[in-house]
């Protein structure tokens, strides 16, 4: 039986914490349960990446009541301590027990949106210093735009352009240390309030299956590769059951209790 992953990224949100604790205890009642996938039986464990001001309420009220619950952050910073203001580092995170940290996602990388987001070698700086740790770290990488357009020799644009972003990001990473790496294929035009559209079966398939191919020739086997851009309660179970997608990142439809537990229910529903 294999163990599907799905990540609640919840980004700026919930607005309390009342309601961070109502959108744990639902992920409480689906965690590590089995889901059918095809003919096969997989199990789904849910983690939360959680806006910082929550992390320590969360954990500790997890060890009150005796609950195991997932917590991750959705950035770390790329110093490894001192006078850096607003950074966490990952050795604080590590010292509160927590165990992996989202990098690179397209809301906190450089755009036009965000002048003074992360370009790559910050991307891998911050993936360094979680490895370091012996942290886990969910790198996104994706696309802007995906046309037909080809480089001269016929391969896809979108496709060299991640790789390139592999190539960057995992930049003299040692491979002990990527066993500790997945990667969330995230494209960025699928992405947010500004989406237009979850991307297609078919486009998830091409570039996930892409993605490993290029972390099998050239890094390491076997790294999880999750889907992630406008999933919701309708999507989740189908993006879920596609060919080589270990696991889903979940932005808006996890931070409102009632899509979310309605997702976990679609995705545990056996007769969809
Ligand atoms: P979305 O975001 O599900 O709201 O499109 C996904 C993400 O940003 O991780």
Not at 22 to 31: R, Y
Not at 47 to 54: K, Q
Not at 150 to 173: R, S, T, V
Not at 186 to 196: D, F, M, N
Request: charged share 30%; net charge negative.
């Amino acid at each position: 039986m294999k163990t599907k992953f799905v990540i609640a990224n919840w980004k700026e949100n919930p607005e309390d914490l009342k309601t961070a604790q109502k959108l744990v205890s639902i992920s409480e009642k689906f965690h590590i349960a089995e889901i059918s996938q095809n003919t096969n039986k997989n199990h789904v464990a849910i983690t939360h990446a959680v806006p910082n001001i929550f992390v320590g309420y969360l954990i500790e009220s997890a060890k009150k009541q005796k609950k195991k619950i997932n917590i991750i952050l959705q950035n770390i910073s790329c110093y490894e301590g001192g006078s850096h203001t607003g950074e966490i580092s990952a050795t604080q995170a590590k010292n509160l027990g927590i165990e992996m940290s989202i990098v690179g996602h397209s809301e906190t990388r450089l755009s036009p949106n965000n002048p003074k987001g992360d370009e790559d070698y910050q991307v891998n700086l911050k993936m360094k210093n979680l490895f370091k740790e012996g942290m886990w770290a969910c790198l996104c990488i994706g696309e802007f735009e995906r046309t037909d357009e080809e480089e001269e020799n016929g391969e896809k644009m979108y496709l060299k352009f991640i790789e390139n972003q592999l190539a960057h990001c995992l930049k003299d990473i040692d491979i002990e240390s990527l066993k500790k790496l997945c990667i969330a294929y995230e494209p960025v035009w699928a992405i947010g309030k500004e989406a237009k559209r979850a991307a297609t079966n078919e486009e998830i398939i091409e570039t996930i299956g892409y993605i490993k191919k290029i972390l099998e020739e050239k890094y390491l086997k076997e790294v999880k590769v999750l889907y992630g851009g406008s999933v919701d309660e309708n999507n989740a179970k189908e993006i879920l059951n596609l060919e080589n997608v270990d696991g889903l990142l979940v932005g808006r439809a996890s931070s409102d209790p009632v899509k979310w537990e309605k997702l976990l229910t679609n995705l545990l529903n056996d007769s969809q």
